[in-house]
Every structure is written in C-alpha cells, then in structure tokens.
C-alpha cells in the first residue's frame, strides 16, 4: 500500500498559481488512480479532480475545469495540481487520494489512502 505526502500549498494573492505535489512511497504507484479533494472549514470535503492509472483519464469538478490541471508522473511517483487563476474560494486544506479503482472517483469512499494534507490560501 502506498503512503502519500502533500506540498505545495501556501498563500496567493487572487489570480494567482500553485503547484501542489503529491508524493507516493510504494512500488505499486502506477497501479493507483489518484484523486485531489478540499476542505474548507466548516464544509465537507469535496472532489476536486482525478488521474486514472489506466488511461490517465483526467476529472474534473466544474467550478475548476480551465482552471487546475491534475497530471501524474509515475517515474518519480508523484502527482500534480497545477492551480491557475486562483480564487479566494479556492481557500481550503488540499488532500490527495490513492485508489485501485477507475471509475467513480468523484468520491472519498472510492479511496483507500489519504495524505494529511496542505493549506492553501487565496486572499482577495
């Protein structure tokens, strides 16, 4: 089973870019589909976009669709959101999410591992 890390996050004006990365251990990487979600406070977490293992299918939700671009680069284990145009409701704790499965990926029960997670902040 795969271990996940977080980095990237931090405080942007609007308009402004992050790149998060999401750091696999684990021999068995490229067999995972992996998944960002967010939180804010007081709000439940929710999909943000997603990277099949198979076809490296992409999702995405669609207040970010334009904006945020999930890609995977299973030589070193990793996986990228890169954040364009930020917006202060942009403002939440970043997760990635490791699962075996393709489809339903909109979900956090589809996922088995989770990181711990990485402020991002967007101030107006």
């Known amino acids: 089973q795969v271990q996940l890390v977080e980095s990237g996050g931090g405080l942007v004006q609007t308009g402004g870019s992050l790149r998060l990365s999401c750091a696999a251990s684990g021999r068995t990487f490229s067999r995972y589909s992996v998944g960002w979600f967010r939180q804010a406070p007081g709000k439940e977490r929710e999909f943000v976009a997603a990277?099949?293992?198979?076809?490296?299918?992409?999702y995405y939700q669609d207040s970010v669709r334009g904006r945020f671009t999930i890609s995977r680069d299973n030589a070193r284990s990793a996986v990228y959101l890169q954040m364009n145009s930020l917006k202060p409701e942009d403002t939440a704790v970043y997760y990635c999410a490791a699962s075996n499965l393709v489809i339903g990926l909109t979900t956090t029960a589809r996922y088995n591992v989770w990181g711990q997670g990485t402020q991002v902040t967007v101030s107006s």
């Open positions: 990277i099949t293992w198979t076809t490296s299918t992409m």
